[in-house]
C-alpha cells in the first residue's frame, strides 16, 4: 500500500511539471503574438504623427511682447496692457505652451494655455488657466486652408452672474513675427461683443 501512495504521489508530481511545461509554451506562444494588427498600428501612428497644423503652433515658440486692449462693455474707453509670453513647443511638436505674465488692469497678471491640434478630432484645442480664476477653459476649433486664421468656441462661467456663458477666441496669423488675438462674448442671439484683442510681437 505504501509503494503504491508513493506511485500516486510521483505520478502526479510528474503530470504537474508536465502540465506547468505545456502551459508556459502556450504563455510563450501567445506573448510572441502581436499586441495589434498592422491596421490598428497604422491608425496609431496616424493619430498621433504631428502634422501641417503642429508645425504652424511650433513655428510660434519663442519669446512675444503683447499689447492687450480690453474693453468691459460696448462703447467704453478701452483699457491697456503690455505683457510678456513665451511659448514653448512641446512633446516633438504636438503641442504648444504659451505663459504670459504682466500687470493687467492694476493687477498682477499670470496665465498660461496648452495648444494642440487633435488629428482624431481634427479640430485645433486650448486650454487656459490663469490667476484670475480656479476654473479652467476649454476651447475647440479649426483654421483656415492657410492656417492663418484659427477660430475656437468655448464655454465659461460668468463670474458675475455664474451662469455659462459662449465666448469665440480668433487667432490671426499677420506674418512670422506679428499675430493678433480675439476674445467675443457670444450672446444667445449670435450677436458678438469683442471684449478684448492682443497684438503679439515677437521679441
Request: net charge negative.
Amino acid at each position: 500500500m505504501k509503494k503504491l501512495i508513493l506511485t500516486l504521489v510521483a505520478a502526479a508530481a510528474i503530470g504537474a511539471l508536465v502540465a506547468g511545461f505545456a502551459l508556459a509554451q502556450e504563455k510563450g506562444k501567445a506573448s510572441e503574438q502581436p499586441m495589434f494588427s498592422p491596421e490598428e498600428m497604422a491608425a496609431w501612428q496616424k493619430a498621433s504623427t504631428p502634422g501641417l497644423h503642429h508645425k504652424h503652433l511650433a513655428e510660434l515658440a519663442g519669446a512675444w511682447k503683447a499689447v492687450c486692449t480690453m474693453w468691459m462693455k460696448p462703447g467704453a474707453e478701452p483699457e491697456t496692457a503690455e505683457i510678456k509670453v513665451v511659448c514653448e513647443s512641446l512633446f516633438g511638436g504636438r503641442y504648444l505652451l504659451e505663459k504670459s505674465e504682466g500687470m493687467m488692469m492694476g493687477m498682477p497678471f499670470e496665465g498660461m494655455s496648452l495648444n494642440g491640434y487633435d488629428n482624431l478630432k481634427g479640430k485645433h484645442t486650448t486650454a487656459w488657466i490663469d490667476n484670475m480664476g480656479t476654473g479652467t477653459m476649454y476651447a475647440e476649433g479649426t483654421c483656415s486652408d492657410s492656417c492663418t486664421v484659427n477660430t475656437q468656441y468655448a464655454v465659461q462661467t460668468d463670474p458675475m452672474t455664474g451662469k455659462d456663458a459662449k465666448v469665440k477666441m480668433v487667432n490671426r496669423t499677420i506674418d512670422k513675427n506679428t499675430r493678433v488675438f480675439e476674445y467675443y462674448m457670444v450672446g444667445d442671439d449670435g450677436s458678438e461683443f469683442k471684449t478684448m484683442e492682443i497684438t503679439y510681437t515677437r521679441m
